[in-house]
């Protein structure tokens, strides 16, 4: 750390959060020796893996890609127990990362980020925080994730309630007391169709208040075999070089056929293969789902089948079928379990699309067709997302230009990178880039070898401050616009496009050109003089 005498910052860099991003970038910083320190709200390392502690969290993506790829060394002794991992295990390892890479000194935790100021004389950001002294850093590296504001929901009476409510984002670290209880959830999205599956069997009674139904794919989960893991490691560097190049960021082909070229036999057949791979390899099972109506139909009315002969009751059933949207369109939730619980007595199913919530008493819920007498209540009810953690931080660059104005009618940035009048701030998996539609930790790495290597740059060339031009930027993001409009994306409504916050504009705020392409476009910008930046 430097003395702040004069326009010296305190430190080169600043990242903003600890987990499997914060983490990374700080290590990566440090090595190339950049004074870098780190700022987590949370009491310890782990991000989304450290809030999210609700029973049956678990990851959707394999282990053995759902992991840092930057140490050998790492890479060889770490062993998981399941091939997809449940979430005290991913916080074991992003621990031992942090201990391994001697990280924790260089982070203050328990400590929010309130405001970052860009000082156009000095080229520098000063931040402060809900408690402790402001810091100066020539760089703001933004690792605060794509899924870490929670969005409290607006639900009529709720504050009349008097039992316990939880919300899956910041669940008790002491775990909760749900034996025997009468339990309630809303909400049946990744979160909700996770805790829903585990906990049925340990509560007394569980209502689910569904308003949309998802998609649900099995994964298949089960022990990594000791063969499995030994081939992985025996394959690690073509695995991960998949992941660096392919659509989505993981170690798999790409689909061979296009459903709507095949014979229904052939069609089925190959349905049946890909839903025995499980997870978001079902996805690949043809290359027109995400383009073609048809083509989506077909896989819907594969699903559709498969809950129909899962779920006993027939009514059950019917409301388990999304009829709202495309498979896929939506983040659709993963779990083995999902619709069996259904079948069992000690759950029902309330369809708040047919009776709305109307309100609450101190222990029920009430909907327009009765009471729901509940001990707790658990709130699966998602999050501001993309954007939400990044404007909910008072961000000023340029001559006071605040993000949170320049993003009112969507968000703005070049690659997703990086903003136009916000010089010396990256985002780690920022809005209009890859990030939730490709495999985190390939797309966090990819960030941040490329904001290592920029730095570098900056560092060679003595300059002190980069930013994107606003032309390149309005063009990446007309761009991400038009990719997502080729696709069916352009028909849902979900979080990916804010949907699910009151008020937030309308925007895909992914983008869905492909990871390898993208990592691509960004290799392309820095190799030919940080095209579409400037730098001073
Ligand atoms: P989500 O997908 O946004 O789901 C929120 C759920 O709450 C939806 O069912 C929504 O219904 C419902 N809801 C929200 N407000 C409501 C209200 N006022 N009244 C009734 N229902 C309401 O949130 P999430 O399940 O936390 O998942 C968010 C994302 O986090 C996932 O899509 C995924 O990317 C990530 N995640 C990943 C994993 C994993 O890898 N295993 C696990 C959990 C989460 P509507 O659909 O009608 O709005």
């Known amino acids: 750390m430097n003395s702040s005498a004069n326009d010296q910052p305190q430190y080169d860099v600043v990242v903003i959060g600890a987990g499997f991003a914060g983490l990374y970038a700080l290590h990566r910083f440090r090595e190339l020796g950049f004074s870098a320190a780190g700022i987590e709200k949370g009491g310890d390392v782990g991000g989304v ?174 022990p990594m075999a000791e063969e499995f893991q030994d081939w992985v490691q025996a394959h690690y560097a073509a695995i991960r070089q998949r992941c660096f190049t392919s659509t989505g960021g993981v170690p798999f082909p790409s689909p061979e056929h296009a459903a709507l070229d095949l014979p229904e036999a052939q069609r089925t057949a190959i349905l049946e293969e890909f839903w025995a791979k499980g997870g978001i390899r079902f996805f690949s099972a043809f290359s027109d789902i995400f383009t073609r109506h048809e083509a989506n139909e077909v896989v819907c009315a594969f699903v559709r089948d498969y809950i129909r002969r899962t779920v006993r009751n027939p009514a059950v059933a019917e409301m388990l079928i999304p009829k709202d949207h ?69 961000i000023c660059g340029r001559g006071g230009l605040s993000l949170r104005e320049v993003w009112a009618n969507g968000a703005r940035s070049l690659l997703g990178l990086a903003v136009a009048g916000f010089p010396n701030l990256f985002l780690i998996t920022g809005p209009l880039s890859p990030s939730v539609l490709a495999n985190m930790p390939t797309a966090i790495e990819q960030h941040v070898n490329w904001i290592a290597d920029c730095l570098q740059e900056l560092r060679a060339r003595g300059a002190r401050m980069i930013e994107p031009l606003a032309g390149p930027q309005e063009d990446w993001t007309r761009h991400v616009a038009d990719v997502a409009e080729a696709t069916l994306y352009r028909d849902s409504r979900s979080w990916y496009f804010g949907s699910n916050v009151p008020g937030k504009p309308r925007q895909f705020g992914v983008y869905v050109g492909g990871f390898g392409n993208y990592a691509d476009k960004c290799r392309q910008v820095a190799a030919s003089n940080y095209d579409g930046f400037t730098i001073d």
């Open 49 to 222: 893996w450290y809030w999210n502690r609700y029973p049956g969290a678990r990851c959707d993506c394999e282990s053995y890609y759902y992991s840092y790829s930057f140490s050998q060394e790492l890479q060889r002794d770490w062993r998981w127990s399941l091939r997809y991992s449940e979430q005290p295990e991913i916080l074991r390892y992003l621990n031992h990362v942090a201990d391994r890479f001697d990280l924790r000194p260089h982070i203050r935790f328990s400590t929010t980020l309130r405001a970052a100021h860009f000082d156009e004389t000095s080229g520098t950001w000063t931040l402060s925080f809900d408690h402790g002294p402001p810091l100066t850093a020539r760089y703001l590296v933004s690792a605060m994730g794509c899924l870490s504001e929670i969005k409290t929901p607006d639900i009529a009476g709720l504050d009349d309630f008097r039992g316990e409510i939880l919300h899956t984002a910041a669940w008790p670290h002491d775990g909760a007391a749900l034996n025997g209880k009468r339990v309630g959830i809303i909400g049946t999205g990744a979160s909700g169709v996770q805790v829903i599956s585990r906990i049925a069997s340990q509560v007394g009674e569980l209502t689910v208040f569904q308003r949309t139904a998802n998609w649900v794919i099995p994964v298949w989960n089960g």
């Open 326 to 394: 495309h498979i896929g369109t939506k983040r659709p939730p993963m779990d083995d379990d999902y619709y069996k619980v259904f079948n069992r007595q000690n759950v029902r199913l309330v369809d708040l699309r047919a009776e709305p919530i109307v309100g609450f008493t101190s222990d029920s819920l009430i909907t327009s067709s009765g009471a729901y007498g509940l001990d707790t209540l658990i709130l699966a009810t998602g999050f501001d997302a993309l954007t939400g953690a990044l404007l909910a931080v008072d």
